[in-house]
């Protein structure tokens, strides 16, 4: 039996008294940098990836707010990075 993409979820649970999360998932991105940090899953029989981490790895991030000066930098470094690997 699979799962339809709505029943996938990401589920993270933590409290205050505790110093790690438990994070439930089926999201590729986090299970591979959950991985590559170091937590080892338990998989369960629906195929979510069980995970307990450090409470500071939980973040929640806005958007990036960048200036258009800002912006013009970065399109300008990447033009030439991108000219650079073409010249190889």
């Known amino acids: 039996m699979s799962l339809s993409r709505e029943e996938q979820e990401t589920i993270i649970i933590f409290n ?3 110093d790690t999360a438990s994070i439930e998932t089926f999201n590729g991105p986090i ?6 940090y170091g937590a080892e899953p338990e998989i369960d029989s629906w ?5 307990t981490v450090p409470k500071s790895w939980v973040k929640i991030r806005g958007p990036r707010e960048m200036s258009d000066e800002a912006r013009a930098a970065q399109a300008q470094r990447m033009r030439e990075i991108v000219t650079a690997q073409r010249q190889k």
């Open 31 to 36: 299970i591979r940098a959950c991985q590559k």
């Open 16 to 18: 205050q008294a505790d």
């Open 47 to 51: 195929g979510a990836h069980k995970f």
